[in-house]
């Protein structure tokens, strides 16, 4: 794709990087995909959805991981074309129009911040636990400035953090599937094998039918979200268009290969309706073959999985909102920089919120947070079914000019339909689950918010941002 088609509706600035100094290697941003997805709703949240599907929560996350294959897919090939700072966002700018670039940029950037400030809450919680002398909200805000120092230091130091960070995680997931799969064929002394027994009793493989498959699904998809990192992060790499491609790749393999491990390893050295594994299915498997210190090990590892996560997400943030400045779509003062190429007055309005959680969890205990993050519950489904829109469209006017490309989404466009179509059917399951069915309609109404005051400003650009 040459750079004058995806000059369309996008000022020139919008993809270059000229305050941001290149940085991150390959390896490292690796690494940080692997990071923003292996989290608390692998380590915690999959054994609710175990729970609801039986060891048929497998096809639940083979489809997931299926619709975030092609998403990844589609995002590299645009990445490759012209990697953007803003992604997602620049993209659907491109494809749609200011106003729909806009939306899925600030709505991205609201997502995080919430996030941002829920993970710090969920850390800080489970280290409260340890040290009962001092308060969770003081846990906040030491979380929130350490990790707002990290992002401050300078895109290299960033990187290594966030390597050794995720790095942990992927050895702690590596360790797991290897004791697992020896308590399967009977390896560990002292304990029978397991087998794969537990796939087919209890109930059957699908003990809750499709209905149970379809609500897991609803939990699984979102689990995956934190992979999309690495199309933002690529901009501040030495060779965007070579990396990404093998970025790309190297993740989606792993985070399949340790996502759906994990979870054959929980169903089948487990019963799927033993209350532990709802309550924690890796400290119950851990228990079951008896480790020791499993709590405290479990405890620390999500722990780590969460500061990891959230370090991501200032990163992701600031990107964004940098991206957003510099398309007009936001204060000039989010590209400001400083001499290391850091986006400061980005990342500190990213953390900003965090701060404020600080104090909301003094005064507003369990309250706060929880309503905000089911507003932004599904801002994930409105993300990727945009960048879905997009890479059709862009590949589409690409196709028709005979414009060279990169990199080209294989099983053009009969992929990228399914994966449309996929999209449709999670969010036709969302209207059909009450709780999620919330989610969603709040979702999509502060999106709807958000598209109606990107048209209400359009007239205000800054001059050199063409407007729609």
């Given amino acids: 794709m040459t750079t004058d088609s995806m000059n369309t509706e996008v000022p020139t600035t919008t993809t270059t990087t000229k305050g941001l100094h290149p940085g991150l290697t390959r390896r490292q941003i690796s690494m940080m995909g692997l990071g923003g997805a292996?989290?608390?709703?692998?380590?915690?949240?999959?054994?609710?959805?175990?729970?609801?599907a039986g060891p048929a929560v497998l096809i639940s996350?083979?489809?997931?991981?299926?619709?975030?294959?092609l998403v990844m897919a589609m995002l590299a090939e645009m990445v490759?074309?012209?990697?953007?700072?803003?992604?997602?966002?620049?993209?659907?700018?491109?494809?749609?129009?200011?106003?729909?670039?806009?939306?899925?940029?600030?709505?991205?950037?609201?997502?995080?911040?919430?996030?941002?400030?829920?993970e710090a809450t969920g850390a800080a919680g489970i280290v409260a636990n340890w040290i009962p002398g001092v308060p969770a909200w003081l846990w906040v805000l030491v979380f929130v400035v350490a990790l707002t120092a990290v992002n401050l230091f300078g895109v290299r130091?960033?990187?290594?953090?966030?390597?050794?960070?995720?790095?942990?995680?992927?050895?702690?997931?590596i360790a797991f599937l290897v004791v697992g799969v020896c308590a399967i064929i009977g390896l560990i002394p002292g304990v029978p094998a397991t087998g794969i027994a537990n796939l087919a009793d209890n109930g059957g493989f699908a003990p809750n039918g499709m209905t149970g498959i379809a609500a897991a699904l609803l939990i699984v998809v979102f689990a995956f979200g934190g992979t999309e990192v690495v199309a933002i992060a690529a901009a501040e790499s030495d060779d965007p268009s070579r990396n990404i491609r093998r970025i790309v790749r190297e993740v989606l393999v792993r985070i399949l290969i340790f996502y759906v491990g994990s979870i054959f390893v929980i169903v089948a050295v487990l019963p799927w309706n033993d209350p532990?594994?709802?309550e924690g299915p890796f400290s119950a498997v851990l228990a079951t073959l008896n480790v020791p210190g499993v709590g405290l090990v479990m405890d620390l590892i999500v722990v780590i999985a969460l500061l990891s996560a959230m370090n991501a997400n200032i990163y992701g943030a600031s990107r964004m909102a940098y991206s957003l400045g510099e398309r007009g779509l936001a204060p000039l003062a989010a590209t400001r920089t400083s001499l290391k190429g850091v986006p400061?007055?980005?990342?500190?309005?990213?953390?900003?919120?965090?701060?404020?959680?600080?104090?909301?969890?003094?005064?507003?205990?369990?309250?706060?947070?929880?309503?905000?993050?089911?507003?932004?519950?599904?801002?994930?489904?409105?993300?990727?079914?945009?960048?879905?829109?997009?890479?059709?469209?862009?590949?589409r006017r690409a196709d028709r000019a005979g414009e060279a490309m990169p990199m080209r989404m294989w099983g053009f466009p009969w992929l990228s339909w399914l994966c449309l179509a996929l999209l449709a059917?999670?969010?036709?399951?969302?209207?059909i689950d009450p709780a999620a069915r919330i989610q969603l309609l709040l979702t999509l109404g502060l999106t709807a918010v958000l598209l109606l005051a990107a048209r209400a400003t359009r007239s205000?650009?800054?001059p050199g941002v063409e407007r729609e």
């Fill in 157 to 173: 130091n960033y990187g290594r953090f966030e390597f050794w960070f995720a790095a942990i995680k992927v050895a702690a997931i």
């Fill in 276 to 278: 532990a594994v709802t």
């Fill in 460 to 462: 205000v650009a800054r």
């Fill in 425 to 431: 059917g999670v969010i036709a399951l969302a209207m």
């Fill in 38 to 52: 292996i989290g608390a709703g692998l380590f915690v949240g999959s054994g609710q959805a175990i729970g609801l």
């Fill in 344 to 395: 400061y007055v980005a990342v500190l309005a990213s953390v900003s919120f965090g701060f404020v959680t600080v104090g909301l969890n003094w005064a507003f205990p369990d309250v706060v947070l929880p309503a905000l993050l089911n507003v932004v519950g599904s801002t994930l489904l409105v993300i990727w079914t945009a960048t879905a829109v997009a890479q059709i469209t862009l590949r």
């Fill in 80 to 118: 490759a074309a012209r990697p953007s700072s803003g992604a997602f966002s620049s993209y659907a700018q491109k494809a749609m129009g200011r106003s729909a670039g806009s939306a899925v940029g600030w709505l991205y950037w609201i997502q995080l911040v919430v996030v941002i400030a829920a």
């Fill in 61 to 69: 996350y083979l489809v997931a991981g299926g619709i975030v294959v």
